[in-house]
């Protein structure tokens, strides 16, 4: 059982996400175990204070080192072992390539979402790894976090359907990405299902969509 945990502002965020389709199941038949922890309760004084000013000036306001540490040691208290992963675009590039990696490896993870302007640098002396889902910047590290999940937990064992169908989709020899495919009916508006798919040929068929199987530009 993998052990999730999610230190955030903002946990309501990931209800929809972490409690619908595959990430549900996922929980139901025991191969992942989600907890968030709401980084507000670790917050300093009667307003639980979690941001403040930067030193040495500048606009908005950064993430408190308390109130993460506190966090942090709380979430490492429940599974020792866990690998620290920030959410930040200044981290390593998300690939499938690592998805595949930490499925298949045994230690826990415990991801913190950045928020507002960013964070004291103090609290990277917490961190593993960090983590950036591409070159632009979203409001705070929820979505990243939701992204890298959805992406490691669909390829624990179980999960997946049909246990082959990630094997042969995009990205996962990475370079060839998923050839395109056609459901009922053969004809729809005007629109055909290409005759190779309909000659039964397995052969022509598999040729075809090794042909398919490129990169869109
Ligand atoms: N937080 C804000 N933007 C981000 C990004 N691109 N990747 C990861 N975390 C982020």
């Not at 993998?2 to 389709?21: A, R």
Request: aromatic share 8%; net charge negative.
């Amino acid at each position: 059982m993998k052990k999730i945990q999610v230190i955030t502002l903002f946990p309501e965020m990931f209800d929809g996400v972490l409690n619908s389709s595959m990430m549900w199941k996922a929980q139901n038949e025991g191969a992942v175990e989600f907890s968030l922890i709401n980084l507000r309760e670790f917050g300093i004084g009667p307003r639980k204070q979690v941001d403040d000013t930067p030193y040495g000036g500048g606009n908005g306001m950064l993430l408190k080192p308390e109130p993460l540490f506190a966090a942090v040691e709380a979430a490492k208290a429940v599974d020792p072992s866990a690998q620290v992963v920030l959410m930040t675009p200044r981290g390593q590039r998300w690939k499938q390539s690592l998805a595949q990696d930490w499925s298949e490896n045994e230690h826990g993870l415990i991801f913190i979402c950045g928020r507002y302007e960013g964070y004291d640098e103090r609290i990277v002396s917490l961190v593993d790894q960090q983590v950036s889902v591409g070159d632009y910047v979203l409001t705070g590290g929820e979505l990243p976090a939701m992204t890298v999940i959805d992406s490691i937990v669909r390829l624990l064992p179980g999960v997946l359907g049909g246990e082959t169908s990630a094997a042969i989709e995009s990205f996962s020899d990475g370079e060839t990405l998923e050839f395109p495919q056609y459901t009922k009916p053969a004809e729809f508006r005007g629109m055909s299902v290409p005759d190779v798919l309909l000659s039964g040929h397995h052969g022509e068929i598999a040729k075809w969509r090794a042909e398919q199987s490129k990169k869109a530009e």
